[in-house]
Each structure stands twice: as C-alpha cells, then as structure tokens.
C-alpha cells in the first residue's frame, strides 16, 4: 500500500506500524524535543515511553511503534509539542453502554492467556481486554496476519505450546476477546477501555462491570542512564525485539548489545534473524556473580540448561563475543548513535579506569530487567511491595489475590520471573477468579499449578541472584547526563532541586525539577530518580500513581459519560 511521509510518496507493506514504515525507509528520527529540539524516535518500541510520536492524517501525538498504517497515510515529522487542528477533528464518538462480564482479563500475554483459560473452564463468562492486535504479549508477539507467514515457529521458542493455548482462547466459548481495546481507568469493579487504532481520534468510549479482574498487563525495560543514551540510535532490548520478531526490522547494521540478564539472548538471536551484525553482548555482571546466583538453587534452572547451551552454539556461530563485566558507558555521534565506549566493571558495577574501548555501532540495545506496569494495580487500591529484584510488585496471597478483594494479579505484575511463572499464576488466578465471581467455593485441585507457581518462584528468586542491579551504575552519568527524556532534566538538574530545597522523592521534588511530568509519566525514569535519591541502605520508594494508565484523548474522555456503576448505585 502507499503511504505519504512528509509529502513524499512511499511504498509500504501492510501490517507494518508507523514506526516500521519510517524505519524501512531509513528514517529513524521524525520528532523533536518540546525543550532543547533534540531528535526523538523509537526508543522502548511498547508504546511507553512516548519517544516515537508522530503526527499522522494531521493528528498529532501518535506513537509510531503502536500505530499500524492504512492506505493512504498521510505520516508528517512532529516537532516540539502540536496542538490538533481543527481539520483533524471529527465528531465526537457515540458513547457505549457499559459491558458486563463475570471476569474481565487485562493483558494477553503468557499471565492473561492462561487466566482467562483457567477462569472459562472454571464455569465463568470471561472478557480478555488487549491493546494488541493479536493475542502472545511481549513474549509471544506474532507477525501481522497480512505478513502471511509462511514459518511463525522459527520466530518463537515453544511455539507449538502457544499455539495450543491462543487456540483454546478463541475457540472457548465462554471467551471473548477485545483486541487493539486498552484500559484506562479502574474504579472498584468498573473498568474504563476505548477500541480502535492506537492514540487515534473517536475512539469508542466504554465502562466494563466485572465481579472479578485479572491485571495481568506485563512490564517494559528498565534503562539505566550514561551519556547520550538519549541519542537516536539507542533502544531497548525489548524494541530491538519486538522490531525483529513483529515487524522483521532490524534497528541497525552493526549493533552492541547490552545490560545484564538472560533476555539479552534472544535479543541477540532476533537481531541476527534480520540481518542484523551484533558486535558485542555485554553482560553487566561478573561470571562469578552470575554462578553463585544460579547455585543457591541449581536444579530450578536445569529446565533452561538445553536453551543456554543453544545460545552459546548460537554466539559461537556468529564469532559474537560475550563479555561477563562488562557494559556500555557512553554513546557518541552527533544526530544518531556512530559508536560506543564500553568498559569493564568492578563487583560493584563501577568502570575499572583504563579498561575503556570505543567500538563502531549504529544502534546499541539496552537492558536491565524490567519495571511492571502496575497503573491499574494502584488504582484498584493494591498494595505495592519489593518483588524478588528489587522493583515494585503487587502483593498477593496463596491464591493471587491482592489485597483488594475480588482483584487478582498475575506475572510480571507480582514480580519479574519469566513466561513460565506467568502462565501458572495466570491458571491460578483465573480458577479463584472465576469462584469469586461466582461465589463458589475452590475445588481442593490444582496442585500443579500451584507446584508450577512455587518452582517459578524460586527461579525468579535465583535469577535476581544471579543477575543483580549494583549501585555502581550511578557513577556512569554525569552532572549533565539526561535523567528525564520527556523533560530534559539531567542529574545536576534533578540533584540541586533536591539539595538546594530539601526535597525527597516525591511530588514537590516531580514538581520542582519536573522530572517525571512529562510525556511518559515517569515510566522511564521514576526508579532512576528514586534510585538516585535514596540514601545509603534505603529501599527506593518509586512512586506508580498514573491514575490515567494510557494516554486517553480529552475529546474521548468528553463522551465517556455513561450510566454510574453497580457499586456507584449501592453507594447512593
């Protein structure tokens, strides 16, 4: 199909996103800072952190990584902060009556999938609600139907596994499923979602009624700061996947690969199935670091030996050197990333002083770990604890209840553990789910999936061990490194607002230097700034309060007025 970009006539595939579009026509800029005009374009590549917009159809503030074209685009370069036209607008969309379900699943990843088949077989009428246009998450993202692929399985690991269950979600018919549909709000039991292309005029306005919800919404990449990783050029491991494995697109030629984790691998071997040289993988921590992590538990991880050694085949094939401590400290070039310097590291992550190399690159991907997106979580009155690395989590009991009765949470959400750890939380918080919507009591069943959540668990506690965060990673910025992408605020910045007034992390520190007020609200840098303002010994207090959880155009919000909710009707 044919598109337009900035008046130019080009020729796109369908199914590609915006992001993918520009990409392919090797445009990896098209928006520039509201503050200093610094060029922006993808960076998380999940539609978190607000780097890609771009204006579409005379439509400003579009996330180009989430957007799927249609013939006929008209896709323009946004510079600073737009305002809508008048020409870009329509009437506003017609408001719907509010859906009722007995248990509404937020999030189709490994967590949700498995809930909503748990829930379904338990006896209950189950609605999925996904912004994705098809069901597999992060983990399991699929190509576009349009790309008719020939041999999905060569894209995934335990494919024929999910295949089984994305066919038993759409072919239950106690399930319904919502794609391209995100939640916004949470209000007691009453779910606030719009359908329709993402950050797109008009879209369809809704309340959902549940008795139960599964919050099962995932994570996105942590990035830690070093200078110029705001640079065009720099992306997360997860963007530099989910380009390669949804959208075939490689985000450069030659790229580094770094951070700490296992997730790093795959990152390496969908860069090389596009094409793509890795120059390097750079694990951030020492081999010994990593060992004795594993052996406080060896045999939990006996699963992923098979894997593991098909990657060290795999980085052996392509001569791709994996260097244990060490990371990348610095970005350079002067509009896109032309090189990096990387370094060794000490215990503590601190850059051993004469171990630094500059190496060639256009692209470099970042990782370590990752942050849940616990928005509807502290909206739904969850308590918010530590999971197992050390980040937010929601807590829940034996049965995945939070601490909101009639709330259930599952994977990434109760700390970050992998795929396997998702799907058998998902399975439990769906069979409670469903009984507590339908105030039936628990068959004393399910003992494997309770089996599978203990094992998860501990693995998840032996991955935070093996691949820890070191407070070195502070020493790697600079006065004028940037904290804030959205607002441009660096790390002298930030620490004079909270030196010179006194300020802890909080709303009056947010407020002062606007760190975390912009775009993204925070998502990429709340756990840096929390980080970088704790005292020695302190646990970061990260605030997750987005009571908007997606970004929601006001003119939508104008026609969400709908009939009060049950509860809302008791309470009066």
Not at 250 to 275: D, H, I, K, N, Y
Not at 302 to 316: F, N, P, Q, T, W
Request: with cysteine; charged share 20%; glycine share 10%.
């Amino acid at each position: 199909m044919e598109v337009t970009v900035d008046g130019r006539p080009v020729t796109a595939r369908a199914g590609q996103t915006v992001a993918a579009v520009l990409l392919a026509n090797g445009r990896d800029t098209w928006r520039t800072t509201r503050l200093h005009n610094r060029p922006r374009g993808v960076f998380c590549g999940i539609g978190a952190c607000q780097d890609c917009l771009v204006t579409v159809n005379g439509l400003p503030d579009i996330r180009a990584c989430q957007r799927t074209i249609t013939p006929g685009d008209t896709i323009t370069t946004q510079p600073g902060a737009v305002l809508p036209t008048a020409s870009s607008s329509t009437g506003l969309p017609a408001a719907a009556p509010p859906l009722t379900c007995e248990v509404v699943v937020v999030g189709a990843g490994p967590a949700g999938i498995a809930a909503a088949v748990a829930a379904a077989d338990a006896g209950a009428e189950v609605l999925v609600v996904d912004s994705g246009r098809s069901v597999g998450g992060q983990y399991n993202r699929q190509l576009p139907e349009e790309f008719a692929a020939q041999r999905p399985d060569r894209l995934q690991h335990e494919w024929r596994a999910f295949v089984t269950q994305r066919d038993r979600l759409h072919n239950h018919p106690r399930i319904t499923h919502l794609p391209e549909t995100s939640v916004w709000a949470v209000e007691g039991y009453r779910l606030w979602a719009h359908t329709g292309s993402a950050d797109a005029n008009g879209r369809r306005p809704f309340a959902i009624d549940a008795k139960s919800i599964v919050l099962a919404a995932g994570a996105f990449d942590r990035v830690l700061p070093f200078p110029g990783w705001d640079l065009p050029g720099v992306y997360t491991a997860g963007a530099a996947q989910a380009l390669a494995k949804g959208q075939r697109i490689a985000v450069g030629r030659r790229v580094l690969v770094a951070g700490t984790g296992p997730f790093l691998l795959p990152v390496a071997e969908s860069l090389l199935g596009v094409g793509a040289e890795v120059a390097e993988l750079l694990e951030a921590n020492q081999l010994s670091t990593v060992r004795k992590g594993w052996a406080i538990d060896p045999l939990v991880a006996s699963s992923k030996l098979r894997e593991a050694a098909a990657y060290g085949v795999l980085l052996a094939r392509h001569r791709i050197p994996l260097r244990h401590g060490w990371t990348v400290i610095a970005a350079h070039g002067a509009d896109h990333v032309e090189a990096a310097t990387i370094a060794r590291l000490d215990r503590d992550w601190r850059p051993i002083r004469g171990t630094e190399r500059r190496i060639d690159v256009d692209a470099i991907c970042v990782g370590f770990g990752f942050t849940a997106n616990l928005e509807l979580a502290v909206s739904a009155g969850c308590t918010i604890s530590t999971g197992p690395d050390g980040g937010p989590a929601a807590t829940v009991d034996a049965d995945q209840q939070t601490s909101t009765p009639g709330v259930f949470a599952a994977g990434e959400l109760t700390g970050i553990g992998g795929a396997a750890l998702s799907a058998a939380e998902g399975t439990l918080a769906g069979i409670n789910a469903a009984h507590s919507a339908r105030g039936t009591s628990v068959s004393t069943g399910h003992a494997s999936a309770r089996t599978a959540v203990e094992r998860g668990r501990r693995f998840a506690t032996a991955l935070a061990r093996a691949y820890p965060i070191r407070d070195g990673w502070k020493s790697w910025s600079a006065a004028d490194t940037l904290i804030c992408r959205c607002e441009e605020v660096t790390r002298g910045q930030l620490e004079s607002a909270a030196d010179d007034r006194g300020l802890g992390n909080g709303r009056a520190l947010r407020l002062s230097s606007r760190a975390g007020l912009g775009m993204c609200q925070g998502r990429v840098c709340s756990r840096t700034v929390a980080a970088l303002l704790a005292q020695p010994g302190e646990v970061p207090d990260v605030s997750m309060k987005r009571p908007i959880a997606v970004p929601v155009r006001l003119r939508d919000l104008a026609a969400a007025e709908v009939a009060p909710s049950p509860e809302t009707r008791e309470e009066s």
